[in-house]
Nanobody, 127 residues
């Protein structure tokens, strides 16, 4: 069956870095977009970044531009999110999700375009 499994997050000091991975199984990653989302306590889930099926389309939320980098390795069925210069406001549960159309959608109202979600992993940025 379709599964998305995020790597373990963790506790990082402000200014530090962390790389998350999203391991996909049960489908061919090549044909789908993968998005990264996060949800902080008391806040709605928001899109962080997305990479389209061809990797030609990569988008970032304004809050992470220049600090986060998304990439994919279709041979390994894995998508990565490299997070640098982390800030306390990046603290959240991070999820990866499959974009069913192969394209990226960042708006909150378009989260229905993602049909399978990982279980989430906690990232805490604190000194």
């Amino acid at each position: 069956q379709v599964q998305l499994v995020e790597s373990r997050g963790g506790l990082v000091q402000p200014g530090g870095s962390l790389r998350l991975s999203c391991a996909a199984s049960g489908f061919t990653l090549d044909y789908y977009a993968i998005g990264w989302f996060r949800q902080a306590p008391g806040k709605e889930r928001e899109a962080v970044s997305c990479i389209s099926k061809s990797s030609g389309g990569i988008v970032y939320a304004d809050s992470v531009k220049g600090r986060f980098t998304i990439s994919r390795d279709n041979a390994k069925n894995t998508v990565y999110l490299q997070m640098n210069s982390l800030k306390p406001e990046d603290t959240a549960v991070y999820f990866c999700a499959r974009g069913r159309r192969g394209l990226c959608y960042m708006g909150r109202s378009r989260q229905f375009e993602y049909d399978y979600w990982g279980q989430g992993t906690q990232v805490t940025v604190s000194s």
